[in-house]
């Protein structure tokens, strides 16, 4: 058996059926145990995030505000996958995989919202004053000793999966996307190009992957405010045009939207019903694609968001982790489901899908280009990408660094972070099927601890949840 025989085996555990079953029914015994918040409670986390985003927040040593926290775990969630993800997801089960990547995100609100809750519970300060949090550390703390093993296996994962789905995959994106946009206004990135690791490779891909470096270095090395506040500018602005450009697509093609919907939910259940004709898509490949494309954008259930959380300057358990089901919705319900909408209302329009076939960011572009023509729409998902992927690779430096400084102490981060910039500059030129796949199984595994932990401490969080909502009632 050949390594990539190994990982493609291994990518088939760390994100096939009973995985899947394993994240989603996690999410659904959370939900049931602490009353279905997501849907009871709705208008109040709603209140209590994004009605308090714009409001004043100070934060002390060591900390950052509630704002910021949560900007840096949505940079980290609202990512590549969003984009390339998404449609790689209905390309290959179809529409119905929209539907199935619903369901799993209202449960997944839950699974978030309580690994957010433990990140508060149970974090503590390291050398340099600051909160340090997440699943390794409610294991320790919560668990207790004899399951340290559990947080370092955690950590490993962790700080192995930083250097692929948070470093060369985001980087990666980034040239390609840029390298795509440049072409499509009449350049040709493969006149400069140079021999390395034995593949051409375009001048312009080393140049972005040190730019990015140098930005990312002096990020990084500013430490968790500074990332937090960079954060906390850019994600609303990504967010936000991203938003605009799917939405001019959809509102043009409101017409379109029945139909779009009806294929959603038929393919749900039948990729036949859906699109007129057999594809060769199987009910599981539809149930798997959505499930899976959707916990790998919102990250609910592996544990990453958590270490951003506990940063914030918020006390209250409970308050931080409303923000969980607001990152998941936002994530999932909001810019997932714009992404899938734009993607079909271009299929209406005449754009192409090869159905059972994997497919990436072109199919979002070939979209906007129904409305925007084809360099605009190839240079809005530059830009978006772009801005989506650098994100993501702040957000798991922080997230790699955790893991490392879990392992090692808080005087050996330095090497990890110096191997994280380095390793951006090449990232950026490799040609990265494998490595998508093996971080694909790294991401998936690091699941497996923090389910263990949210299990064993799902008491705590509904005791939390209990005593919190006692008192807003007896607050009124």
Not at 153 to 172: E, P, S
Request: hydrophobic letters at 55%.
């Amino acid at each position: 058996m050949t390594f990539t025989e190994i990982v493609d085996y291994l990518n088939g555990i760390a994100w096939g059926p009973w995985m899947l079953i394993l994240l989603v029914g996690t999410g659904i015994y959370l939900s049931i145990r602490v009353g279905f918040i997501q849907f009871g409670k709705f208008g109040y986390v709603m209140k209590s995030t994004i009605g308090k985003l714009f409001k004043k927040q100070t934060a002390g040593e060591g900390e950052v505000t509630p704002l910021q926290a949560v900007s840096t775990a949505l940079a980290a969630t609202v990512g590549t996958g969003n984009i390339a993800g998404v449609t790689g997801a209905i390309a290959v089960g179809g529409p119905g995989a929209v539907f199935w990547m619903w369901l799993s995100a209202l449960f997944g609100m839950v699974t978030k919202y309580a690994e957010v809750v433990l990140a508060i519970r149970y974090r503590e300060r390291n050398a340099k004053g600051e909160w340090v949090g997440g699943p390794m550390y409610y294991i320790k703390n919560g668990l207790g000793k004899k399951w340290n093993w559990l947080a370092v296996l955690f950590c490993v994962l962790g700080a192995l999966a930083a250097f692929g789905i948070g470093n060369m995959t985001q980087v990666n994106t980034i040239a390609v996307s840029i390298n795509t946009a440049i072409n499509a206004f009449g350049g040709d990135v493969s006149a400069w190009s140079v021999s390395l690791f034995g593949q051409t490779v375009p001048v312009s891909s080393l140049i972005i992957g040190a730019v990015i470096a140098v930005i990312v270095g002096l990020v990084l090395f500013g430490g968790v405010k500074r990332i937090g506040s960079v954060a906390e500018k850019l994600v609303p602005i990504m967010a936000v045009l991203y938003i605009v450009c799917s939405l001019c697509v959809i509102v043009t093609n409101a017409g379109s939207l029945g139909k779009v919907f009806a294929m959603i939910f038929k393919g749900a259940f039948s990729a036949k019903a859906a699109l007129g004709g057999a594809f060769g898509i199987t009910i599981m490949q539809t149930i798997q694609k959505g499930v899976g494309r959707g916990v790998f954008s919102n990250e609910a259930g592996l544990g990453s968001a958590p270490i951003a959380h506990a940063a914030s300057s918020e006390s209250d358990p409970v308050k931080q982790g409303l923000f969980g089901i607001f990152e998941v919705f936002m994530d999932t319900i909001v810019i997932c489901t714009l992404t899938a909408l734009t993607l079909l209302c271009g299929v209406e329009q005449g754009v192409a899908i090869s159905w059972g076939q994997s497919a990436g960011s072109e199919l979002i572009s070939a979209s906007f280009a129904t409305i925007f023509g084809d360099r605009i729409g190839a240079l809005i998902v530059a830009v978006c990408l772009s801005l989506f992927a650098l994100t993501t690779i702040l957000s798991w430096s922080l997230y790699g660094t955790r893991c490392s400084e879990f392992l090692v102490g808080t005087k050996w981060t330095i090497i990890f972070q110096v191997a994280f910039v380095i390793v951006l500059v090449f990232g950026a030129a490799l040609k990265l099927e494998l490595a998508w796949d093996i971080a694909d199984t790294l991401n998936g595994f690091m699941a497996i601890p923090n389910l263990i932990a949210l299990l064993g401490l799902s008491g705590v969080v509904i005791k939390l949840t209990k005593e919190h909502f006692q008192r807003e009632k007896l607050a009124k």
